[in-house]
């Protein structure tokens, strides 16, 4: 981009994990993750560590935004809302839907202590009309019903 100069912006989204619905209702993605440790599969899971998440309208909004929005140059817009690990998912989940059997995970799975920066990115949903981030609890709520 800087040697050639073409006559447009090119913008990058690097989202995290991905978790909610999908419009074709197919779980084949991140977001088939959270489904198959709902249902007590660990068969993907397992191998996962703990990293952060991003709610899928919030990555389609960040994509939208770092396409459309004449302030967002050569930039790169990161989508990852707040880290993870299955057990909290399984926690939460227990939480939500009291009535669902949910598995009680395994061993301590520990946290990603890393940083994402995300000034930027909560910018750009604000300026979007989204307060932030979508927490993983609302994304499991709306969303794995």
């Not at 073409?6 to 999908?22: D, I, M, R």
């Not at 998912?89 to 598995?103: A, C, H, R, T």
């Not at 301590?108 to 750009?124: F, H, I, M, Y």
């Not at 307060?131 to 993983?136: A, D, H, I, R």
């Amino acid at each position: 981009m800087r040697e050639n100069k073409p006559g447009f912006e090119f913008n990058v989204t690097l989202p995290a994990a991905n978790f909610g619905k999908t419009l074709n209702g197919d779980y084949q993605s991140t977001g088939g993750w959270v489904k198959q440790v709902i249902d007590d599969d660990f068969s993907v899971a397992q191998y996962v560590s703990p990293q952060y998440f991003v709610d899928v309208i919030d990555d389609a909004k960040l994509h939208l935004g770092a396409l459309i929005h004449p302030e967002v140059k050569g930039e790169r817009v990161w989508g990852a809302a707040e880290p993870y690990n299955w057990n909290q998912v399984l926690g939460i989940v227990k939480e939500l839907f009291p009535g669902k059997k949910v598995s009680d995970g395994g061993a301590d799975q520990g946290a990603d202590l890393g940083t994402v920066p995300q000034e930027r990115s909560v910018w750009l949903l604000n300026e979007l009309g989204q307060n932030g981030w979508t927490s993983l609890r609302e994304s499991l709520r709306r969303d794995y019903a």
